[in-house]
């Protein structure tokens, strides 16, 4: 399990499309991270990381809130490197930056970064 850090920037919902081999699929909804990326001379970007999130109201709470999500990764050969979120994660009963609730073990860990 890798963990990928950042800014909660936004959130929005992918339109339903149509895909090349002439199939329609449906949209979801989606969570914009603000994340530094260090390169190689030691110096750091700020990306906008996407990824498919089933939690978005809750998200939309937390703009502006580092967080930390336990994710996988996915990369073709020469392509970029694409994020999901851990199945079965949840922010229910998690703790966020400003607030005294419990955190969560495991894979279904958030925690404010920091």
Known sequence: MLTLSGVVHSTYQ?????????KPYSGGAKLQLLCDELLSNGESRTSVITVGTSHRDWFEKHIGQE????????SGRGQQVTFFISKGWSPEGVKTAGTDAPGAAGADRFSPAG
């Not at 992918?14 to 002439?22: I, L, S």
């Not at 967080?67 to 996915?74: C, D, F, I, R, Y």
């Open 14 to 22: 992918q339109p339903d499309g149509m895909g090349r081999d002439g």
């Open 67 to 74: 967080v930390q999500l336990p994710v996988g990764a996915l």
